[in-house]
């Protein structure tokens, strides 16, 4: 802090952060503040120093994840999210004669694969894909094709276990369906062991997110954005090594797919249970 007004002393910040926030710490700060009694606040700032403790202890496993797949190559490595959706045409002053005019919701989804060095941008419509469980499954299976043709086809070893960070959302990555598609694939013998794994909410902004706050820079610096074709130069120009973008323009209706063959409902799983 004291470097930021020492020497950065006439750069602004931003008084929120366009990240997702905690519910448990801003209720906690919010009970904090509203509270008058000493015994009371103890206990509130016994609470919030437990939260932190969790987050302290969870996110040291994801990073040490990541540089065991990076130096042993013993399992796939893989986190999968998305961004703030872009609209198209995006203008940096809209034209009068557009004010009235329907935009296309363009949603931004990443993958990056730890183990195998590669970064990806999936570029879904909005309008194709319903917001649910078969968009992620969906990507995944893409992209898990992809990668076991390529280690096929440069002789290289398919990990045989499979590590998937994703965002803690009940209705796209915390369900049956999700859960039903990770099953199949070590049913299938693509997979010995899948462990998949959520952040707390509030606190899963990891390296993929540092990628997308490169893209929103990028994308709010240009002043036009015509179509998909210029949404991609923009998005490849972002980096020193340019991530391979994909159009999505279906999906597989996984949901469907495993609907007659899931018993029973998980409970409690839109809370921090696990």
Do not use: W
């Amino acid at each position: 802090m004291n470097v930021r007004r020492k020497y950065f002393s006439h750069v602004g910040t931003a008084p929120t952060t366009q990240l997702g926030s905690c519910c448990e710490c801003i209720d906690n700060y919010k009970e904090l503040k509203e509270v008058k009694d000493t015994v009371e606040k103890e206990e509130i700032l016994k609470k919030i120093e437990k939260h932190k403790a969790i987050i302290r202890n969870e996110k040291p496993i994801y990073f040490q994840t990541i540089s065991t797949a990076k130096m042993q190559r013993k399992f796939l490595s893989i986190i999968i999210d998305g961004m703030t959706k872009l609209q198209l045409p995006k203008f940096a002053q809209k034209p009068k004669s557009m004010q009235s005019s329907k935009s296309l919701d363009i949603s931004v989804v990443g993958l990056i694969d730890h183990t195998f060095d590669y970064f990806e941008l999936n570029l879904m419509p909005s309008k194709s894909f319903s917001n649910g469980p078969n968009g992620p499954t969906t990507l995944l299976f893409l992209y898990l094709c992809k990668r076991l043709k390529e280690c096929k086809e440069f002789d290289e070893t398919f990990p045989r276990e499979l590590r998937i960070q994703l965002d803690n959302c009940f209705r796209e990555n915390k369900n049956v369906t999700m859960l039903a598609f990770l099953s199949t694939l070590i049913h299938y013998n693509l997979f010995d062991k899948i462990v998949l794994s959520f952040l707390p909410q509030g606190h899963t902004h990891e390296d993929i997110d540092q990628k997308f706050s490169t893209l929103s820079r990028a994308v709010a610096t240009t002043n036009v954005i015509g179509d998909l074709v210029d949404l991609q130069n923009v998005l490849k120009s972002s980096f020193l090594v340019s991530p391979t973008i994909n159009i999505i323009s279906k999906q597989f209706f996984f949901s469907t797919l495993f609907e007659n063959y899931l018993i029973g409902k998980i409970q409690t799983h839109s809370t921090s249970c696990f």
